[in-house]
T-cell receptor
């Protein structure tokens, strides 16, 4: 079965510093991986996805993610964090023909 | 939140009552989904529908029912059989059967059982 794990419930980073939100995956076959962000009391917004090709995927709001097949990871990164990046971040993997399996989420807090 | 609307934003229910959550999309998407979100548990799939008049159970379908009579609409009924319905409910849609299409989410409905 396809699954993802987000090992950190909470990540704190100072404004202007680089940030990383971790995700590891377990799949049979080729992984199709996604990152979403959720602001308080809102739906999820799509950030980026990896299907195939370059291991570094660029997405919305300056975020990028690095796919690492040997480590089965898909970490979300940003070179310089903003206070407005504070939110809940979800990693997801394609599961079945048409569905996604979501991780439990990581709450990112950017400290001014 | 794209072209997906959910109503109401907040819903209060007494124990033993059925309630229906609305989800409408104007994106012409074929597939629609209902998720339940609880703190620390991420999103769990309740039901999904890939075409009109067809739907499948997700991981936690017990106590819920859905219908898909129109492409644009995918209402979710939370029945009295759902033992712990207080949660944040999210509806999503997806364009088609391509494996790399991302899902688009509505703003959510927060259901509280009194």
């Amino acid at each position: 079965a396809q699954s993802v794990a987000q090992p950190e419930d909470q990540v704190n980073v100072a404004e202007g510093n680089p940030l990383t939100v971790k995700c590891t995956y377990s799949v049979s076959g080729n992984p199709y991986l996604f990152w979403y962000v959720q602001y308080p009391n809102r739906g999820l917004q799509f950030l980026l996805k990896y299907i195939t090709g370059d291991n570094l995927v660029k997405g919305s709001y300056g975020f990028e993610a690095e796919f690492n097949k040997s480590q089965t990871s898909f970490h979300l990164k940003k070179p310089s964090a903003l206070v407005s990046d504070s939110a809940l971040y979800f990693c997801a993997v394609k599961a079945g023909a048409n569905n996604l399996f979501f991780g439990t989420g990581t709450r990112l807090t950017v400290i001014p | 939140d794209g072209g997906i609307t959910q109503s109401p934003k907040y819903l209060f229910r007494k124990e033993g009552q059925n309630v229906t959550l609305s989800c409408e999309q104007n994106l012409n998407h074929d597939a629609m989904y209902w998720y339940r979100q609880d703190p620390g548990q991420g999103l769990r799939l309740i039901y999904y529908s890939q075409i009109v008049n067809d739907f499948q159970k997700g991981d936690i379908a017990e106590g819920y029912s859905v219908s898909r009579e129109k492409k644009e609409s995918f209402p979710l009924t939370v029945t009295s059989a759902q033992k712990n319905p207080t949660a944040f409910y999210l509806c999503a849609s997806k364009a088609g059967e391509l494996y790399n299409d991302e899902q688009f989410f509505g703003p959510g409905t927060r259901l509280t059982v009194l």
